[in-house]
Structures are given as structure tokens and as C-alpha cells.
T-cell receptor, first 112, second 115 residues
Framework: QKEVEQDPGPLSVPEGAIVSLNCTYS??????FMWYRQYSRKGPELLMY????GNKEDGRFTAQVDKSSKYISLFIRDSQPSDSATYLC????????????FGAGTRLAVHP | GAGVSQSPRYKVTKRGQDVALRCDPI?????LYWYRQALGQGPEFLTY????????KSGLPNDRFSAERPEGSISTLTIQRTEQRDSAMYRC?????????????FGPGTRLTVL
């Protein structure tokens, strides 16, 4: 079993829809939770970053972490065609460094 | 400013050859990471440096893989006696801070194909 599980999709939604992306994990030592966005043929770029449990909102994006369930989510409101990309969850534990463990990524397509 | 750069962008080699992949981090970034990303998968951690010191090499698959960062800036990932299973995208990332959970900025990657 992988430490981080993520449904690879693909997920196809109409423009304006609310998108929900999720990851589950097995290592209770994870403390830092991130969402990266990766456009085709590009490197991942950090979208959202949350420490421990709770919610964080940034514009159309909301990240949620539920450590009791070992479950994290990313919500995209009013999705746009420019949001079409692969979304990767990533997490790291304590220990003073950023060894990131990534999920497989979910491919999202937002069609006009 | 300039982001993380990697060279070459594409590398095709024959099985058994050695390859060296280069990473030039963002200027001033203390930490540098190497990941490997297979098609349809997320990046997989290989190794990590703070300045010139290799802090963690637990993700290197075997002793054919090595990395160095002799002056605390540019890093080279070397794969000796390449095998077909080494074919993947190799990505480098850098972050400003040493330790802690700091944003990692990824480069465009080097696509390695071993024939």
C-alpha cells in the first residue's frame, strides 16, 4: 500500500463547476500538506500549503485537512479552462526537512 | 527572476552508459532536492542537500545512483551503467530555507530514455 493514495482520474467538468480533489494517507507523522498543480510538460508548482488540520482558503481554492481521518481535500470553485492540469497532493512529516511524499496526481479537464 | 534550470532537457542513452544530469537551483536557495517522476505518477524523492551536504539519500534506488553539490549551488545526479528501468523524468527542486517546510520550486526536468 502506498503512503499517499490519490485517484488519478481523469476528471472532466464543465466551466463554472465546483471541483473536489482528494487524497488519503497512512502515515500519521505527516504534518505538512500541500497541493501542487502541474501543467503538461511543466514542473509542479505549489498551489496551497496547510500545516496540521484545518482549512485554508486562497481565492477560488480551499484546502482542507482532516488528520483524524487521514484525508485531505482541495476544492476549486468556479472552475476555469485554465485550471485544466494535474493536481498532486504532497505531504511531509516532522524532522526538519522537506522530504515530500506525493500522490499519483489527478488529471482535471475543465471544458468551456 | 530565473527559476530552477536543468540540463539537458532530453537525454537518450544506450543501456550500460553513464549519464550526468545537472540542476542549477534558484540563486540563494539553500536546499536542493532530486525527484524522479514516472509517467502518470507523482514525483518520487531521491535525495536532498542543504548547502553542499547531502542530508538524505534514502530514495536513491541503488548504488548506481549518486549525487553531489560540491559548492552548495549546482548539483549533478549521476547514473552509472544505465538500465532501461531508469527511464523517467528526473526533476530537481530548490527551496530558500534549510530545514522546515519551505516551498519547493521545481525545474522543468530532464527526460531520460535508456534504450
Amino acid at each position: 500500500q502506498k503512503e499517499v493514495e490519490q485517484d488519478p482520474g481523469p476528471l472532466s467538468v464543465p466551466e463554472g463547476a465546483i471541483v473536489s480533489l482528494n487524497c488519503t494517507y497512512s502515515n500519521s507523522a505527516f504534518q505538512y500538506f500541500m497541493w501542487y498543480r502541474q501543467y503538461s510538460r511543466k514542473g509542479p508548482e505549489l498551489l496551497m500549503y496547510t500545516y496540521s488540520s484545518g482549512n485554508k482558503e486562497d481565492g477560488r481554492f480551499t484546502a482542507q485537512v482532516d488528520k483524524s481521518s487521514k484525508y485531505i481535500s482541495l476544492f476549486i470553485r468556479d472552475s476555469q479552462p485554465s485550471d485544466s492540469a494535474t493536481y498532486l497532493c504532497a505531504m511531509s512529516g516532522t524532522g526538519g526537512y522537506n522530504k515530500l511524499i506525493f500522490g499519483a496526481g489527478t488529471r482535471l479537464a475543465v471544458h468551456p | 527572476g530565473a527559476g530552477v534550470s536543468q540540463s539537458p532537457r532530453y537525454k537518450v542513452t544506450k543501456r550500460g552508459q553513464d549519464v550526468a544530469l545537472r540542476c542549477d537551483p534558484i540563486s540563494g536557495h539553500v536546499s536542493l532536492y532530486w525527484y524522479r517522476q514516472a509517467l502518470g505518477q507523482g514525483p518520487e524523492f531521491l535525495t536532498y542537500f542543504n548547502y553542499e551536504a547531502q542530508q538524505d539519500k534514502s530514495g536513491l534506488p541503488n548504488d548506481r545512483f549518486s549525487a553531489e553539490r560540491p559548492e552548495g549551488s549546482i548539483s549533478t545526479l549521476t547514473i552509472q551503467r544505465t538500465e532501461q528501468r531508469d527511464s523517467a523524468m528526473y526533476r530537481c527542486a530548490s527551496s530558500f530555507l534549510a530545514g522546515g517546510a519551505d516551498t519547493q520550486y521545481f525545474g522543468p526536468g530532464t527526460r531520460l530514455t535508456v534504450l
